[in-house]
């Protein structure tokens, strides 16, 4: 007879993807271990390994749920040409900048993620490919190749934008990378 219905392992496998996307986007992929991702959950260590194989399987799941979170958001937005503009200018914000753990989990973790095992590095590259297409279409650039090229440029322009604003101590510098990046990217959006 089982213990609980059979949603339940979903229900809490979902309930641990998203308590660890906010705990791996806070302390990193090194700096939380599995005892604090599970607690965050409400659930013990023992509970891990009856969801995932490996801490890396984890780190992938999360990284596949938060990147498509983040791509239904776009593909959400009208597509009228101002609402990329939108995107951006949230996504460059102090919000976003401050609020880590509830943002862009690229920016969080791409330097853990270029180190990171296979797994969490596809999980990472597929997501990537997706966000890139919709960003491309959006660019209503006729020639594939240049849309793409754009889209790359303007997903590595804010990632880095806002991974720059985070790590500096002076609060000016801060917000002028901010306000730099909303500049830089609105110029390879225009066309």
Known sequence: MARYGSGHKAQTRARVVEAAGRRLKEDGIDGAGVSALMSDAGLTNGAFYAHFASKDELVAVVLADQLTKQLDALRALPDDGHSLQS????YLSASHRD???????????????????????QSFTDGLEAMITIVASRTHIDDTAAARTIAIGLMSSLIGTLQLSRA?????????ILAAGLTNAFRLIQN
């Open 87 to 90: 995107y951006i200018e949230g």
């Open 168 to 176: 500096v101590s002076d609060p000016t510098l801060s917000n002028e």
């Open 99 to 121: 609020q880590r753990e509830n943002g862009c989990p690229s920016a969080a973790l791409l330097s853990e993620i270029s180190r990171s095992k296979p797994i969490v590095q």
